[in-house]
């Protein structure tokens, strides 16, 4: 299956207003993608019309990208669109009251299945959570979710830049990365992390950005994350 596990819609400040559910959804088909994921900053709240809109057209899963309290960046996703509402209150709970700018950091746009703007999100959604690195890992566990630490190389939002190395306690089910010469990078400096999954995504904030099919897993490696 080809995939591209990090995609940002028009919920995402940093999001280009032309990232609605279909447009992206139609993307990912003229890419000839076979599994897609949302991954909107700190919300799933563009999750909701997400299946009905992807029938028959590519497989997804619900995701999100949390921003710890040490400005991590955390992919968090999920199979059951049940465990969503209470994975989304947990969110609201710890994400920082402060009002977005939309004239400074972009809009926050939910659309709904005929990509009509329903709502805005008031909050700003680039804002840390106030919980830690482990605090997010668990709590996207407790909701049945899997973990992928995010572009774990790159110069902001990262555990190389934030902590200096992945705990070899810490709880995941994957690593994302950018190239092959990262990830050779990343296995000699966690040796502790035997056979974790890389996956290498687009972080897509326009549609022309979202990957061509070059990346791919099995259905069955697909299934092993998440037993």
């Known amino acids: 299956m080809f995939y591209d596990l990090h995609i940002h819609s028009a919920l995402s400040p940093c999001g280009d207003d032309s990232m609605t559910i279909n447009n992206i959804i139609n993307m990912a088909m003229i890419k000839e993608l076979d599994l897609i994921a949302i991954t909107d900053h700190n919300s799933l709240k563009q999750q909701t019309y997400l299946k009905q809109i992807s029938q028959d057209k590519v497989q997804i899963i619900y995701g999100v ?43 926050q ?54 902590l200096g190395f992945i705990p070899p306690d810490l709880e995941i089910e994957g690593i994302e990365v950018k190239s092959d010469e990262q990830m050779d990078i990343v296995k000699k400096r966690t040796p502790y992390l035997k056979d974790i999954p890389f996956f290498r995504n687009s972080d897509a904030h326009q549609l022309v950005d979202i990957s061509e099919p070059i990346h791919s897993m099995t259905q069955t490696q697909f299934e092993e994350l998440w037993r």
């Open 109 to 162: 746009l939910i659309f709904d299945q005929n990509d009509e703007v329903i709502s805005h999100e008031e909050r700003l959604l680039l804002s840390s959570l106030d919980t830690s690195l482990e605090e997010t890992v668990d709590a996207i566990h407790q909701h049945h979710g899997i973990v992928v630490l995010a572009h774990v190389l790159d110069k902001r939002y990262s555990v190389f830049e934030n």
């Open 65 to 107: 990208e949390l921003q710890t309290r040490e400005e991590i960046h955390v992919l968090g996703y999920f199979r059951e669109e049940n465990r969503l509402p209470d994975m989304q209150k947990w969110i609201d709970q710890h994400l920082q009251v402060i009002l977005n700018k939309p004239e400074f950091f972009g809009n």
